[in-house]
């Protein structure tokens, strides 16, 4: 099924600027299978001359802990990658949000959420790499001019909050937002970030 889908997307590569991005990886052992199968798709499309993009971008979710920690080095095997919000707060904080009866520890203002978004970021960069962001943290209003500060390359949302985000980047200097990360970084508690 994997190669089917792959083969697929390497197709369409060839009508418009596609990139393809694997979810739920774990660890450096997980990515390179993925991306040997990509390679494999690739081979086989050349020997029957179907035509692809050679350059379609390879890239990770990174939604899970053991890939926040060790960010630096998926970075160096990857294009890009996009950090996948909702699924990283639930599980650096160890909190189902589908349980109502302990969803309000869900939080992405976590200091150890927005820790782990900075270092993220920081890996990318440090290896050449963009880094976007998808969920809901980055519509936030309370957030936008914040993870702009922490350097995020791009931010996707539901056409809805596009405006919104917009307005906020476009009202913000970048020196404002940077200072702002810094000292949030700082932060100890859910409450001082909120502050």
């Not at 160096?76 to 520890?105: H, P």
């Not at 820790?115 to 309370?142: L, P, Q, T, W, Y």
Request: glycine letters at 6%; one cysteine or more; aromatic letters at 8%.
């Amino acid at each position: 099924i994997f190669k089917t889908q792959l083969r697929a997307i390497y197709r369409a590569s060839n009508y418009g600027n596609i990139k393809i991005m694997f979810p739920m990886i774990s660890d450096i052992g997980e990515l390179r299978e993925a991306k040997a199968v990509a390679a494999e798709v690739r081979e086989e499309l050349r020997k029957e001359n179907i035509p692809f993009n050679e350059n379609v971008e390879l890239g990770i979710m990174v939604e899970v802990p053991s890939v926040a920690i060790h960010s630096e080095a998926f970075a160096k095997e990857v294009d890009f990658f996009s950090i996948g919000t909702n699924d990283l707060t639930q599980y650096i904080l160890a909190v189902d949000r589908g349980n109502k009866k302990i969803s309000r520890m869900y939080n992405s203002f976590h200091p150890s959420v927005l820790r782990s978004i900075k270092n993220i970021i920081s890996a990318g960069h440090k290896n050449h790499i963009k880094v976007g962001m998808c969920g809901e943290f980055a519509s936030d209003e309370r957030a936008v001019v914040l993870l702009l500060g922490l350097g995020l390359d791009e931010f996707s949302m539901s056409a809805s909050e596009v405006l919104k985000v917009k307005y906020l980047i476009r009202n913000t200097t970048l020196l404002e937002a940077q200072a702002l990360a810094e000292k949030v970084c700082n932060m100890k508690t859910i409450e001082d970030v909120y502050q």
